[in-house]
């Protein structure tokens, strides 16, 4: 099926795509509270895709895919979250995602693959509680929150603030904070490296009883500023 004009999920409504393939060329709109349920198929995006508060994709069963190569917006207000969801949801990226307001998430389980001709950008914030994986060079201006892992060969290169807690850089590529980057290290639980490398060139913060634990094979380097608060720990 091929969306040529315009789809809209209904507020507090859902669609179910479990089957064959659905392509939007078109304008498709995930309103307040709406779910897009993928089961073992592929949705594909080469138009323009928006997700409103508290909105979400989400994966079932084995093998669902959002391949986004069009626009995926994230506009779910100041303080709501758009989520991309589910425990083997894929999303695979060689469009523009524009995080316009709010929070985008991805869950636990699903993967977001920043591939070649993808970009991230806007005021919003990027939460990864799954996994984010860089699979060709990006820079990330937008606000970006690590509870999950981070990985994939490409290069990222962190423009803006970064904030860590209980995640995991997993590598083999270089996540670069750059001069104009802040990196917080939060929480009581410990951020690991434990392949690629991790440069700080900007300002990095250890919290009081935060942890950042290196692990063989990985490197972490600072060109820039690192405190470290009460009680925390390298």
Same mark, same amino acid.
């Given at each position: ?16 795509? %479990? ?105 919003? %914030? ?27 060969? /490409? ?18 590529? %270089? ?48 060109? /820039?500023?690192? %405190? ?7």
């Amino acid at each position: 099926v091929t969306v040529t004009g315009t789809w809209n999920i209904p507020a507090s409504d859902s669609a179910n795509v %479990t089957g064959g393939s659905l392509v939007n060329n078109g304008t498709a709109t995930l309103n307040n509270s709406s779910s897009l349920y993928i089961y073992n198929t592929t949705v594909t995006n080469t138009g323009t895709v928006t997700m409103r508060a508290n909105s979400e994709v989400y994966g079932y069963n084995t093998t669902p895919a959002f391949d986004n190569a069009g626009t995926l917006v994230v506009n779910p207000g100041s303080t709501g979250t758009a989520t991309l969801a589910g425990g083997s949801l894929v999303i695979n990226s060689t469009g523009s995602i524009q995080l316009s307001s709010g929070t985008l998430d991805i869950s636990s389980g699903a993967t977001l693959n920043l591939n070649a001709g993808s970009s991230v950008s806007g005021r919003g %914030t990027l939460e990864d509680q799954g996994t984010l994986r860089v699979n060709s060079a990006q820079s990330l201006a937008s606000p970006f929150v690590v509870q999950g892992v981070v990985a994939g060969a /490409g290069a990222l290169t962190v423009t803006g603030a970064m904030t860590t807690s209980g995640g995991n850089f997993e590598g083999p590529g %270089t996540v670069t904070l750059a001069t104009s980057a802040t990196w917080e290290v939060a929480g009581s639980g410990s951020t690991s490296v434990s392949g690629g490398s991790l440069v700080n060139d900007g300002t990095a913060t250890i919290d009081a009883i935060a942890t950042l634990s290196i692990y063989s094979g990985a490197t972490v380097t600072n060109n /820039g500023t690192m %405190t470290m608060y009460a009680s925390s720990e390298i």
